[in-house]
């Protein structure tokens, strides 16, 4: 169930990109009185799911679904309409605008996308404002995994800044890490300053783990809830409770707890809790999964979260900014993947873009990486590589600067080249998510 929905998720916001992106296309050539005979999402070979003519355009939705596509009459595309290029040109086609009607028409789609998702900031932050947790908050430091433990941070640091620049929204500090390719981390450690400097073929073991949990925060350890068949509820733990220690060792956070009470699998522990003024020693049978069945108290317990509210006023160059960091960010993680070793192998595909929405339903989390995913398509599409947008607006730029179009026959074979390397990509990006599942 919970892959269905990340599926269902994943389509939606796709088709809704989609739809959008060609709906750029569609609107600049109208403005132009350029014929579009074909308004599609997802592709068609063969046969269509639905289609439908309205006036000289022909709505469809086709049953492949990578993508969607306007065919523009006069245009070399995916259609590969070679017998309509034979014909001489007409007022109405693309072939026959002016070169900068021609770069707008191009340009639209990535335009409506970068403008959607700054529609869907400027919502998103009038309805609902931003939370986040302050780095200043996280006052137990910081629990982390092998990879951060290799960087050099250890449990309980309490993280300054990351290149003498201090980072305020403590999520956002692996980011930064990995996207900036920092160099030096300052963390208070046993109420010392540390400067650490973080080791070569670092950041490109993070890009390729691909997780943000590297670094996490440190909670003490308060009994919030417990499972179904939690041995600590049968135990006679109650909500509530601080758990302080097993047997004789202190432990004074949920981390610590953690990594300790699996060394006792199938065995009987003491297992130490404050209630109240009284501290309790309560017996326990750890099963064979090493865990007692018990859910910590969430953050908002121990930390206060900084707010922001705007107003839709307010909201407007909220959205844009957010919208110029995402690009921002994309952007150096396309950099990453030239400039760290084997960070090629973390590029993924519909399996990586589907795992990055939530198990169950959350519009919050669907709109924003819908935000997210329109920012990436937009840039993907601009890339000059011919049969995307990028590689018609590279050879439009030609034609403006040297005052000469490529022929039709040099077009054509520029699409078909393109196709192969878009084909390539698509089988290597899949071919990668593919190959994790077996790791």
Request: with cysteine; hydrophobic share 45%.
């Amino acid at each position: 169930m919970e892959i269905f929905i990340k599926i269902i998720q994943l389509l939606l916001s796709l088709s809704i990109l989609v739809i959008f992106h060609e709906l750029g296309h569609f609107i600049a050539a109208k403005i132009f009185q350029t014929r579009v005979e074909k308004f599609y999402l997802f592709f068609n070979p063969w046969f269509s799911l639905f289609k439908i003519k309205k006036g000289e355009t022909e709505y469809g939705i086709g049953w492949l679904p990578l993508g969607g596509y306007v065919k523009i009459s006069g245009m070399i595309d995916e259609s590969m309409d070679r017998e309509q290029m034979k014909q001489s040109p007409q007022p109405w086609e693309f072939r026959s605008k002016p070169a900068w009607q021609r770069l707008i028409i191009m340009l639209g789609g990535v335009t409506v996308n970068i403008l959607l998702a700054i529609l869907i900031y400027i919502v998103m932050l009038s309805a609902i404002g931003e939370q986040y947790l302050p780095t200043s908050e996280v006052k137990y430091g910081i629990t982390v995994d092998s990879l951060a433990f290799k960087m050099g941070l250890r449990n309980g640091d309490k993280i300054l800044s990351i290149d003498n620049k201090l980072v305020d929204d403590f999520a956002a500090i692996p980011k930064v890490i990995i996207l900036e390719e920092a160099k030096t981390i300052q963390v208070v450690r046993d109420s010392v300053n540390v400067n650490i400097r973080i080791p070569d073929g670092i950041i490109s073991k993070l890009i390729s783990q691909k997780s943000p949990d590297f670094i996490s925060f440190r909670i003490p350890f308060e009994v919030g809830d417990f499972t179904k068949t939690s041995p600590a509820k049968k135990a006679g733990f109650k909500v509530n409770d601080k758990i302080i220690g097993i047997n004789d060792s202190l432990l004074g956070y949920f981390d610590q707890f953690r990594s300790i009470i699996g060394q006792f699998k199938n065995k009987n522990v003491l297992v130490n809790v404050v209630r109240c003024k009284d501290t309790l020693k309560i017996p326990v049978t750890v099963p064979n999964e090493g865990l007692i069945g018990v859910y910590p108290k969430g953050p908002s317990n121990y930390f206060i979260l900084k707010e922001k509210q705007y107003n839709l006023i307010t909201a407007i160059p909220a959205g844009f900014s957010k919208a110029y960091d995402g690009v921002g960010n994309y952007l150096k993680s396309i950099k990453l993947l030239f400039s760290q070793e084997k960070a090629y192998e973390s590029v993924g595909g519909f399996i990586s873009i589907g795992s990055i929405f939530p198990s169950t339903w959350d519009w919050q989390a669907f709109w924003s990486l819908t935000a997210f995913l329109s920012i990436m398509l937009a840039i993907l599409n601009v890339l000059p590589i011919p049969a995307l947008d990028g590689g018609h607006v590279m050879f439009l730029f030609y034609e403006i600067i040297f005052r000469r179009k490529p022929s039709d026959k040099f077009m054509e074979y520029a699409q078909y080249v393109g196709m192969a390397i878009l084909f390539a990509l698509l089988l290597f990006a899949n071919g990668n998510d593919i190959m994790k599942l077996f790791k």
